[in-house]
């Protein structure tokens, strides 16, 4: 055999080396694109969906503290009976959905959020597949 023949087949077989080594990593490849696709997709969702509109929120956040401010102004009882009377007001008429800030939710907040998700989940199941 000639020097130029050896050469090619030693570069056909360079190629196809190279080609299988392409061919083991394109799944991996796909795979991490698809989770950062998947992960994007969802922190849009949960953009859009806990970050929301907050003003009629916002609204009735401030109703009932101007109704806890005139319960405190406007009372003519003891100390005691202020904070009994504002205790059962908040008992009543608070709304956890206050102490929610939407404005937290952005693009990276909701990324973030997404790959907690991601990790807490695949660390569990890599440890109960573990413990098993």
């Known amino acids: 055999m000639s ?3 050896k050469r090619r087949l030693s570069i056909q077989a360079r190629s196809r080396r190279c080609l299988a080594c392409l061919w083991r990593l394109v799944p991996h490849v ?16 949960f953009q859009h969906i806990e970050g929301g509109n907050s003003s009629s929120i916002q609204e009735d ?18 100390n005691d009976d202020i904070v009994m009377e504002v205790e059962n007001k ?3 008429g608070f709304k956890s959905i206050w102490l929610q800030r939407p ?5 990276f907040g909701s990324m973030f959020f997404c790959c ?4 807490t989940v695949a660390a569990g199941s ?6 098993s």
């Open 3 to 5: 020097v130029g023949v």
């Open 30 to 45: 796909l795979l991490s694109l698809s989770l950062v696709a998947y992960a994007a997709i969802g922190a849009l969702v």
């Open 61 to 78: 956040y401030r109703v009932f503290l101007d109704q806890i401010v005139g319960t405190i102004q406007n009372f003519t009882g003891s």
């Open 90 to 92: 908040m008992r009543i």
């Open 103 to 107: 404005d937290r939710w952005t693009f």
């Open 116 to 119: 907690t998700v991601f990790t």
């Open 126 to 131: 890599a440890h109960s597949a573990g413990a």
